[in-house]
């Protein structure tokens, strides 16, 4: 079988390897803590990619992704609970809910380049959560949603998240990889130089925004099955969407698999650290940006690359397009 | 001769401020067009009305009999009219290759092989196929100023806007750049409209010259000609005060 | 029509507030091309800073105005050399100094969770709760005094960029930087300045809006998305087109809460929709200043 020009087979017997690991890895050990932590680390390593298609490869870095996360999250389980749709099911049509509220919001918005973009994500994000909090029909208002309990389901969800994190990695990878992606470069590098040369901007950021949304979408479908109870404050949640910044950066934003490294050290942080001083997490994230941002701004990728003295100007944290 | 690119009655204001006022003007196929005129004359603006950068406020463009009056850039761009930079504008964070290749597949649609081709031929007919894996940043001006070209060529265009592109390079890349363009004309008929302050090179390379001042065209003709004619010369050294 | 003339004043009044909290946002962009998202953090240090003068020493709010806007100015400068300065400029520092300023925000929230609580503090002056009659209409007084503090402000503002070598200074970097160093102006002076003088302005903003609403760590969230509706609206450097731009916003904002069972929760939204509107309909902003890239 030939494979097409831009899948490397190193990358994919790798990735093959690695899933069939963790795949079989739970029918050898019995240790639930380490299936919940690891459980937890797909699903944010495939939203932690689905935000790095928009914050990485176009360069437009979103602090309300969270509107997706729970908007998908919400539809999902009334779909569950109202529609009676099947689990998977339920997530694909949260999942496509939250791309089409991503278009809505986002196809205007996305004439802003750079930081003006991202403070209009923050006001998204805002505006989603306290609309959120206050529409019982969607998603019970503050008491929030209780979804039909199955046993055994959160154990068996391991699988699910596995899949969901090894199908964000591939799309990362062909999303990357393709033409489709080196358009986004050439988008993120100079808007205006990429459309004379062809490059139908509008149409390509609107899918990629799409995308991004959609999976974020079924990210909180399947975080709604997994805890079988959800709630507007926790779901749609500034931290969350600052969560998703934080694995980009921590990782290395714009990076094919960065992000989801940068996911595995936060949830461990997360777990081990943040557990411990939940008054100072605002602050270590913080911190953590500060530092990574000032002496490292490509993060693991950039410490990992330094280290294999290789430079790749394909991964500049290029921001504002065609400015100065 | 059949007509390759035409303008008719081109304007754009700005405000109160009519930065080009009822331009027209036509590209016979094969030709190459020199649009001169002092700093500030409109030149740019002509040329993004053109490339479908900036609307008009009135007036038409054709490519041939098809009109393009308003499309946007990149419609422009695969229709046939590819514009490039004064100022170049190469994507930094692609090499010199992948900078041809954006452009090519967006002509040569959806064939992956066929693009590659496209691209790499472009890169090879402006001289920087030995350094298609270095990223922009290791060229000179002259280098950049090339890239902007090649990747201009990998959209496969009919008419090319050339902004500049020999000002600025010293005089030995200036006499391989204006090679560069007689070749793109001849050996890929492409017609071209080009601004360009150097004179010299205007009049080697141009077999038309029309000439904007303040938003106004104000004379059209051969170089010879255009460079006798009085009212360019005000135009260009400075008008006694007339009010 | 009472009403009418009610919902008109406060709008007016709360323009005032918008503007200056917009205006140190506006300017750093301006000049430096970085959006300053810790433009948040010091909205709410100057609320806190207002609060604690007046809580702990009897200072009133008005009179802590000039110490903490200048203590505010020296911390900006200090932000700038230490921080801003190291990143790159340009393009590439875009997003790099948006998420550095985003983790000092973060940093600072944190600060103000740790020293004050999570919970909702106000400034309780003597007269805040006075009113008097203006055209038939009741009007606080401390809104009134917000609003006087705020136009005094902006036409401090608009003498020092115009009339001062400061300003005008500042408005040639802004235009070229690469000239300016070519005649002798010491740019990275003048970008210190400018990063102190926004971050000042959003301080003094920050307590006025103390004065006004109860606030807690998380104030400066929502204020920084109106700063910025302002400036797409209003576009950059002019104290004129802040100004008209801070009344659109404040009139969006008031008139619907006269409307009988409109949600008040929805209010933070509205900001957001008009952002929205204003795109789709005038990409280039209300007045047609280059805001967007």
């Known amino acids: 079988m030939s494979l097409p020009p831009w899948i490397s087979r190193r990358a994919l017997i790798g990735l093959g390897a690695a899933c069939a690991v963790l795949a079989v890895g739970p029918l050898l050990h019995d240790n639930l803590y380490l299936h919940n932590l690891l459980t937890l680390t797909f699903i944010g390593i495939a939203a932690a990619l689905a935000w790095n298609w928009l914050g990485g490869y176009l360069g437009q870095v979103s602090f309300g992704h969270a509107a997706m996360f729970g908007l998908g999250g919400f539809v999902a389980a009334r779909g569950e609970i109202s529609l009676h749709l099947p689990m998977v099911f339920a997530w694909i049509f949260g999942g496509l809910v939250a791309g089409a509220y991503a278009l809505l919001w986002g196809h205007p918005t996305l004439r802003l380049r750079g930081p003006y973009f991202s403070i209009a994500t923050i006001g998204v994000g805002e505006a989603t959560r306290l609309v959120g909090t206050y529409w019982d029909w969607l998603t019970g208002g503050s008491s929030g949603l209780s979804l039909p309990m199955h046993p055994n389901l959160k154990y068996t969800l391991y699988w699910y998240g596995l899949a969901l994190a090894a199908l964000a990695l591939a799309a990362s990878y062909a999303l990357r990889r393709s033409s489709l992606g080196l358009s986004l470069l050439a988008i993120k590098s100079d808007v205006d130089a990429a459309s004379d040369v062809g490059v139908g901007a509008v149409r390509l950021q609107d899918l990629v925004l799409f995308l991004s949304g959609a999976m974020m979408g079924v990210c909180g479908g399947f975080y709604a099955s997994y805890f079988s109870y959800i709630e507007p404050g926790d779901m749609f949640g500034f931290d969350r969407s600052i969560s998703w910044v934080l694995m980009g950066v921590i990782g290395g934003i714009g990076t094919i698999a960065g992000p989801a490294l940068g996911a595995v050290i936060f949830v461990l942080l997360r777990q081990y650290l943040i557990a411990s001083y939940p008054q100072l997490y605002l602050g270590l994230y913080g911190i953590l940006l500060v530092l990574v941002i000032l002496f490292e701004p490509l993060g693991l990728t950039g410490i990992a690359l330094r280290l294999f003295h290789r430079v790749r100007p394909d991964l500049s944290v290029t921001g504002v397009a065609g400015e100065d | 001769m059949a007509i390759a690119l035409r303008a008719q009655g081109l304007s754009k204001r700005f405000g109160g401020l009519k930065a080009v006022d009822e331009v027209t003007l036509q590209l016979a196929e094969g030709q190459i067009l020199g649009l001169i005129g002092p700093n500030g004359a409109g030149k740019s603006t002509c040329f993004s009305m053109l490339a479908g950068s900036t609307p008009p406020t009135a007036g038409r463009v054709f490519l041939g009999e098809t009109e393009i009056t308003g499309l946007p850039a990149f419609r422009a761009a695969r229709a046939g009219v590819v514009r490039t930079h004064q100022i170049v504008r190469p994507f930094a964070n692609l090499t010199l290759f992948e900078n041809a290749l954006v452009a090519a597949v967006q002509c040569a649609g959806r064939d992956h092989a066929g693009a590659r081709a496209l691209a790499l031929e472009a890169l090879d007919f402006a001289g920087l196929s030995a350094r298609q894996h270095q990223y922009p940043a290791g060229l000179t001006l002259a280098g950049r100023k090339r890239l902007e070209m090649a990747r201009a060529l990998a959209c496969n265009p009919r008419v090319l806007l050339l902004d500049e592109v020999i000002a600025g390079v010293n005089p030995a890349e200036a006499q391989e750049m204006a090679t560069l363009i007689l070749r793109i004309r001849d050996e890929r008929k492409v017609s071209i409209i080009m601004t360009e302050h150097v004179m010299a090179a205007v009049m080697r390379l141009c077999e038309q010259v029309v000439v904007l001042d303040a938003g106004k065209l104000i004379a059209s003709g051969v170089p010879r000609e255009i460079v006798q004619n009085p009212e360019v010369i005000s135009a260009y050294l400075g008008k006694k005060h007339e009010h | ?293």
């Open chain 3, 1 to 293: 029509m009472e009403r009418f003339l009610e919902l008109v004043i406060a709008s007016v009044l709360l323009a005032g507030l918008y503007a200056t909290m917009a205006y140190g946002l506006g300017l750093i962009y301006g000049v430096l091309r970085i959006v300053n998202l810790n433009h948040g953090g010091m909205i709410m240090a100057g609320a806190y800073a207002g609060w604690y003068l007046h809580s702990e020493f009897g200072i009133d709010p008005y009179l802590a105005l000039l110490p903490v806007g200048t203590v505010a100015f020296l911390v900006g400068m200090g932000m700038y050399r230490l921080l801003v300065h190291r990143l790159p400029r340009g393009a590439a520092g875009g997003v790099q100094s948006l998420l550095l300023l985003f983790g000092v925000w973060l940093v600072m929230r944190n600060i103000a969770y740790l020293l004050f609580t999570g919970n909702d503090q106000t400034v309780h002056t003597t007269y805040a709760t006075r009113a008097i009659t203006l055209a038939g209409a009741q009007v606080s007084v401390n809104r009134l005094a917000v609003f006087g503090v705020a136009l005094a402000t902006l036409g401090i503002l608009h003498i020092l960029l115009t009339k001062t070598y400061f300003g005008k200074a500042l408005r040639a970097v802004a235009q070229n930087p690469e000239s300016c160093t070519l005649q002798g102006i010491r740019v990275d002076r003048i970008y210190a300045l400018t990063f102190g003088l926004g971050t000042a302005l959003a301080s003094v903003a920050g307590l006025l809006g103390a004065t006004l609403f109860p606030f807690n760590p998380s104030f400066g969230a929502a204020e920084l998305l109106k700063s910025f509706v302002v400036v797409v609206l209003g576009g950059l450097g002019s104290v004129a087109g802040t100004a008209i731009a801070a009344l659109i916003l404040a009139a969006v904002e008031v008139f619907p809460t006269a409307i009988p069972g409109f949600p008040t929760y929805l209010t933070a939204a509205l900001g957001f929709v008009l952002l929205v509107l204003v795109l789709v309909l005038r990409p280039g902003g209300l007045f047609g200043q280059r805001v967007l890239g």
